[in-house]
């Protein structure tokens, strides 16, 4: 809210100084008067100029007749805990005046220093009680602005009142306002200081080392695995996964459930009344600490006692769940503060009822004891592992949530393979409902390699939580792991009310998977309504100097914490006059997100074939060597705020990013978009003999410019001694992948995602594919379609008759009839890699050499090509010449579909 002070509403509005007036002690006039109070939450923020008037407090008002009433005036005096303006009163001396300036707390109206300020209600301070009259051209039901004191609100005319009738308004207590002094929060690092992250402190280190350790012992297994999967390979082509753990913050998941039977391992059924349980406590936890139990569909979390010690058996109650919200008084209803959330908040919509099928499956051939295999199973693609007392043709049962229940007691399923053949796909683990990335083979299998392949293989991040040597900001340890090994959990729970309440389940997120992309976004910030803290509870002023936005904005976001963060946030630009109805926000996020991306800082580079694009500058240590990281922390926060609030950020980012926000496989082909003659040169190595790879004298270490200087990193420990050579070459191509992908700018990237996913629970996420996730925090371009047709080129089978060919007609009249804007943006994204339009439009659209390639349309046989192919580094689209539009519309949008998820339509 901008500066709301009387004296500065006095000048704004001269000629409605004495309109109003107000009385405590006139009893004919209360008793007369229609009575209208304030509600204890507010629900619109808005400044409607022309209606305002000033209500009476302690100066003298005059007199005012309205529609032949007259109204008397007397005097009222605000009590100084109320927060009124101390200029008002008239009963008190100068001194005793100062005096109370002196002692009053600090109010929404007194903010004097930039910075994050917490206000939240007072219930403990007394009421104030106003008369106003009615504006003329106000008719009943509609809202006007009034001043009580230093206070402004918004009060609805009651419907038998007319204009000129007074009114007697109720003001709740000033709220209170409290500035976070505990400054910007310290960055905790892993490996080390650096960029504005100090060293793990001795506590938090000794809290964090059993799931570092967990961590270190899982990536030792992992190489003996990979050893020993190539030392079988020629026997056997397949191997179990290892299994995931449900690590945070370092210690395991503990899940109440009754022995399992001799099926399939499925999701227990929640008990159906609140009874005592017996949990083990997991390895790694000590005594005193925590470690989470789901019980009842509620993530609860549980103190060791100090007698017990991991392996022990310890006995819980779970708590009630908690009640639901008390509604607000009744006849508090009439007047709000202009202090308050917006009027729009979303209704959130029921939520899908959950309950428990039994499935029955043959085990499909092929298949061995605690292998995995993947099904449809209540609409849901799910991941089953086969016991290990069943094999091959044998039938087996499992139980998995759904929301709808068969009106068989056992449901029995056939393979279903032909929808996610030769691709990766998420699937549903029903040991313990995780989302977790498959891919399937040209039979429908699960595909169980794991040495790197070019065309199949795929990574996805892991991010492990750490505790960081302030609450406020957790730390964490970043990388990159077979896509199958990656797992995320399918539920939301709340964190902030101590019980563990379920927020959002499976039902909600596999509900919304399958909408439309704009179902989804509703879905989506329909949950982040649910997530948002009540205003009532506290919301955040956010109070900056424009000449130093950024430095103020990063002081105010890094002081606060996760609860702050999913707080309703106000802005003020100090020293001038506004009110934030939505309108400052949108801008700070705009100026704040502009200035953190421009390249002359130092933190982004402008990606080299798209200049729209942004990616890390891993060089950013030289550029901002005291603080780099603590700008990508901010810049998570914000990100995620701004996705929380349905704000948009101001660039976009290159592709890879977005998926490492989304946890999707990252695959060899998204190396082209980062350095394509870097991705050429890999890829040539696999097509050359084995003495021609020898003779290149490689070794496993990768060189670059750094500000004129060559240095040179290691892609594995020790990797300047290990030469490339033909058998080794799968290990020197994925190590090259993960370290340009990921591993060169990890300390940034971790910053950026921890920052993220302070304010944004990551199940939510996994409702978007990565084009989406651009156009939810970027939003749908403005795309001119003309602009694009008059900037194409045609070449191949279209290149004589151009935009006339009848296949080329066909294809803009479905992209400007058949497709809204959604799709409009997702075929520029499937042929660019980028929703972005340049400011300068289509005629100057970039190719991956930085030159002007313009957007063409290649004709191509459809006996050969059966399906558009995007060439995203040249801008192109190879477009068969179809016999039907109809054809063209149906493999078009094949085509942009399948693209997000690395099938292959051929």
Not at 17 to 21: A, I, L, T
Not at 778 to 783: E, S
Not at 839 to 843: D, E, I, L, V
Not at 894 to 901: Q, R
């Given at each position: 809210?901008g500066?709301?002070?009387?004296?500065?509403?006095?000048s704004?509005?001269?000629?409605n100084?004495?309109?109003?007036?107000g009385?405590?002690n006139?009893?004919?006039?209360?008793?007369?008067?229609p009575?209208a109070?304030?509600?204890?939450?507010?629900?619109t923020?808005?400044?409607?100029?022309?209606?305002n008037?000033?209500?009476?407090?302690?100066?003298?008002?005059?007199?005012a007749?309205?529609g032949?009433?007259?109204?008397?005036?007397t005097t009222?005096?605000?009590?100084?805990?109320g927060?009124g303006?101390?200029?008002?009163?008239?009963?008190?001396?100068?001194?005793?005046?100062?005096?109370q300036?002196?002692?009053?707390?600090?109010?929404?109206?007194?903010?004097?220093?930039?910075?994050?300020?917490?206000?939240?209600?007072?219930?403990?301070?007394?009421?104030?009680?106003?008369?106003?009259?009615?504006?003329?051209?106000?008719?009943?039901?509609q809202?006007f602005q009034?001043?009580a004191?230093?206070?402004?609100v918004?009060v609805r005319?009651?419907?038998?009142?007319r204009?000129g009738?007074?009114?007697?308004?109720t003001i709740?207590?000033?709220?209170v306002?409290r500035?976070?002094?505990l400054?910007?929060?310290?960055?905790?690092?892993v490996?080390?200081?650096?960029?504005?992250a100090?060293?793990?402190?001795?506590?938090?280190?000794l809290?964090?080392?059993?799931?570092?350790?967990?961590?270190?012992?899982?990536?030792r297994?992992?190489?003996?695995?990979r050893?020993?999967q190539?030392?079988?390979?020629q026997?056997?082509?397949?191997?179990?996964?290892?299994?995931?753990?449900?690590?945070?913050?370092?210690?395991?998941?503990?899940t109440?459930?009754?022995?399992?039977?001799?099926?399939?391992?499925?999701?227990?059924?929640?008990?159906?009344?609140?009874?005592?349980y017996?949990?083990v406590?997991?390895?790694?936890?000590?005594p005193?600490?925590?470690?989470?139990?789901?019980?009842?569909?509620?993530e609860l979390?549980?103190?060791?006692?100090?007698t017990?010690?991991p392996g022990?058996q310890?006995?819980?109650?779970?708590?009630?769940?908690?009640?639901?919200?008390?509604?607000?008084p009744a006849?508090?209803?009439g007047v709000?503060?202009?202090?308050?959330?917006?009027?729009?908040?979303?209704?959130?919509?029921p939520?899908?009822q959950?309950t428990?099928?039994m499935?029955?499956?043959i085990v499909?051939?092929?298949?061995?004891?605690?292998?995995?295999?993947?099904?449809?199973?209540?609409?849901?693609r799910?991941?089953?592992t086969c016991?290990?007392n069943?094999g091959?043709g044998?039938k087996?049962?499992f139980?998995?949530?759904?929301?709808?229940?068969?009106?068989k007691?056992?449901?029995?399923?056939k393979m279903?393979?032909e929808?996610?053949k030769?691709?990766?796909?998420?699937?549903?683990?029903?040991?313990?409902?995780k989302f977790?990335?498959?891919r399937?083979?040209?039979?429908?299998d699960?595909?169980l390699s794991?040495?790197?392949?070019?065309d199949?293989?795929a990574?996805?991040?892991?991010l492990i939580?750490?505790?960081?040597n302030?609450?406020?900001?957790?730390?964490?340890?970043?990388?990159?792991?077979p896509?199958?090994?990656?797992a995320?959990?399918?539920?939301?729970?709340?964190k902030d009310d101590?019980?563990g309440?379920?927020?959002?389940?499976y039902a909600d997120?596999?509900?919304?998977q399958?909408?439309h992309?704009s179902e989804?976004?509703?879905?989506f910030?329909d949950?982040c309504?649910?997530?948002?803290?009540?205003?009532?509870?506290?919301?955040?002023?956010?109070?900056?100097?424009?000449?130093?936005?950024?430095?103020d904005?990063?002081?105010a976001?890094?002081s606060?914490?996760?609860?702050?963060?999913?707080?309703?946030?106000?802005?003020?630009f100090?020293?001038?006059?506004?009110v934030?109805?939505?309108?400052?926000?949108?801008?700070?996020f705009?100026l704040?997100?502009e200035?953190?991306?421009d390249?002359?800082r130092?933190l982004?580079l402008?990606?080299?074939?798209?200049?729209?694009n942004?990616?890390?500058?891993?060089?950013?240590?030289?550029?901002?060597?005291?603080?780099?990281l603590?700008?990508f922390?901010?810049?998570?926060?914000?990100?995620?705020?701004a996705?929380?609030?349905q704000?948009?950020?101001?660039?976009?980012?290159?592709?890879?990013?977005?998926k490492h926000?989304?946890?999707?496989?990252?695959?060899f082909?998204d190396?082209?978009?980062v350095?394509?003659e870097?991705?050429?040169?890999?890829k040539?190595?696999?097509?050359?003999?084995?003495?021609?790879?020898?003779?290149?004298?490689?070794?496993?270490t990768?060189?670059?410019?750094v500000?004129?200087?060559?240095?040179?990193?290691?892609l594995?420990?020790g990797?300047?001694?290990?030469?490339?050579?033909?058998?080794?070459?799968p290990?020197y191509?994925?190590a090259?992948?993960?370290?340009?992908?990921?591993?060169?700018?990890?300390?940034q990237?971790?910053?950026?995602?921890?920052?993220?996913?302070?304010?944004i629970?990551?199940?939510?996420?996994?409702?978007?594919?990565?084009?989406e996730?651009?156009?939810?925090m970027?939003?749908?371009?403005?795309?001119d379609v003309?602009?694009?047709i008059?900037?194409?080129?045609?070449?191949?089978?279209?290149?004589?008759?151009?935009?006339?060919h009848?296949?080329?007609?066909w294809f803009?009249?479905?992209?400007?009839?058949?497709?809204?804007?959604?799709m409009?943006a997702?075929?520029l994204?499937?042929?660019?890699?980028?929703?972005?339009?340049p400011?300068?439009?289509?005629?100057v659209?970039?190719g991956?050499?930085?030159?002007v390639?313009?957007?063409?349309?290649?004709?191509?046989d459809?006996?050969t090509f059966?399906?558009?192919?995007?060439?995203t580094?040249?801008?192109?689209?190879?477009?068969?010449?179809y016999?039907s539009?109809k054809?063209?519309?149906?493999?078009?949008k094949?085509?942009?579909?399948?693209?997000?998820?690395g099938?292959d339509?051929?």
């Open positions: 809210m500066n709301s002070s009387s004296s500065s509403s006095r704004s509005y001269p000629g100084r004495g309109s109003g007036v009385s405590r006139n009893r004919h006039h209360q008793t007369a008067a009575t109070t304030a509600p204890t939450a507010s629900r923020h808005t400044v409607v100029r022309g209606s008037v000033r209500a009476g407090n302690s100066s003298t008002a005059g007199s007749a309205r032949g009433n007259r109204v008397v005036t009222y005096t605000i009590p100084p805990s927060g303006d101390p200029r008002a009163s008239t009963s008190s001396s100068r001194g005793s005046q100062q005096q300036q002196q002692q009053q707390p600090l109010t929404a109206q007194t903010i004097s220093r930039p910075g994050a300020y917490s206000i939240s209600r007072n219930d403990a301070g007394p009421t104030q009680v106003f008369r106003v009259v009615v504006p003329a051209g106000v008719g009943p039901n809202e009034v001043h004191g230093a206070r402004a918004r005319c009651p419907p038998d009142v204009p009738q007074s009114l007697q308004i709740p207590p000033e709220p306002v500035q976070n002094q400054g910007v929060a310290p960055l905790t690092s490996v080390g200081e650096g960029g504005g100090v060293r793990m402190s001795t506590q938090a280190a809290t964090n080392q059993p799931v570092i350790d967990a961590e270190e012992a899982r990536r297994q992992e190489e003996q695995d050893i020993q190539q030392q079988q390979q026997q056997s082509g397949r191997r179990s996964p290892q299994p995931e753990g449900d690590e945070i913050g370092g210690r395991g998941t503990t109440i459930s009754p022995p399992d039977p001799p099926t399939a391992p499925s999701a227990p059924p929640a008990p159906q009344q609140q009874q005592a017996m949990v406590v997991p390895q790694g936890v000590r005193g600490s925590h470690f989470r139990v789901l019980v009842e569909g509620r979390m549980v103190q060791c006692p100090p017990a010690r022990m310890v006995r819980i109650v779970p708590p009630a769940p908690p009640p639901e919200p008390q509604q607000p006849g508090v209803t709000t503060d202009l202090d308050r959330p917006p009027e729009d908040r979303p209704i959130p919509s939520r899908p959950l428990t099928q499935f029955e499956v499909p051939p092929g298949v061995r004891p605690n292998q995995p295999f993947a099904l449809l199973a209540g609409g849901q799910v991941l089953v016991p290990s069943a091959a044998q087996i049962r139980q998995l949530p759904v929301t709808q229940k068969s009106s007691s056992i449901e029995s399923l279903q393979y929808s996610i030769d691709g990766w796909t998420r699937t549903v683990r029903v040991t313990d409902m977790q990335w498959v399937m083979d040209e039979q429908g699960v595909d794991s040495r790197f392949n070019i199949r293989s990574y996805v991040r892991r939580f750490l505790e960081g302030d609450p406020r900001m957790r730390t964490g340890m970043l990388s990159l792991v896509a199958s090994q990656a995320v959990d399918s539920k939301v729970y709340s101590g019980t309440r379920e927020i959002v389940g997120i596999i509900t919304a399958g909408h992309f989804k976004a509703r879905w910030h949950t309504s649910r997530l948002t803290v009540d205003w009532n509870e506290g919301h955040m002023r956010i109070t900056v100097r424009r000449q130093f936005l950024l430095a904005s990063l002081a976001v890094m606060l914490n996760s609860r702050d963060l999913r707080k309703i946030w106000r802005f003020e100090m020293g001038e006059v506004g934030d109805a939505g309108g400052l926000a949108r801008e700070w705009q704040v997100t200035q953190i991306f390249p002359d130092g982004w402008s990606e080299a074939g798209n200049q729209m942004m990616r890390i500058n891993p060089m950013s240590k030289v550029s901002c060597p005291e603080d780099h603590i700008y922390r901010f810049l998570g926060r914000v990100m995620g705020k996705l929380f609030d704000r948009l950020v101001s660039s976009h980012m290159t592709r890879h990013m977005y926000i989304l946890g999707w496989p990252i695959t082909d190396l082209e978009l350095d394509e870097y991705y050429k040169h890999l040539k190595l696999t097509e050359m003999k084995p003495e021609e790879v020898e003779f290149l004298c490689q070794d496993f990768y060189t670059e410019d500000l004129g200087v060559k240095e040179t990193f290691e594995i420990p990797g300047a001694n290990v030469d490339v050579n033909k058998d080794n070459l290990e191509m994925e090259c992948l993960k370290y340009r992908m990921l591993d060169r700018t990890k300390p990237m971790t910053e950026l995602l921890l920052g993220f996913f302070d304010v629970p990551e199940p939510l996420l996994t409702v978007f594919d990565f084009q996730l651009e156009l939810l970027c939003g749908l371009p403005t795309i003309d602009d694009w008059a900037n194409t080129n045609y070449i191949g089978k279209y290149e004589s008759k151009r935009g006339s009848q296949v080329c007609r803009w009249e479905i992209v400007r009839d058949e497709f809204d804007h959604e409009r997702r075929i994204q499937f042929v660019t890699a980028t929703s972005g339009v400011s300068r439009g289509f005629s659209l970039q991956n050499d930085g030159n390639k313009k957007f063409t349309i290649n004709g191509v459809s006996t059966p399906f558009p192919r995007a060439h580094c040249f801008n192109r689209i190879d477009l068969p010449v016999d539009k054809l063209l519309l149906e493999r078009l094949i085509a942009v579909a399948t693209s997000i998820t099938f339509i051929e």
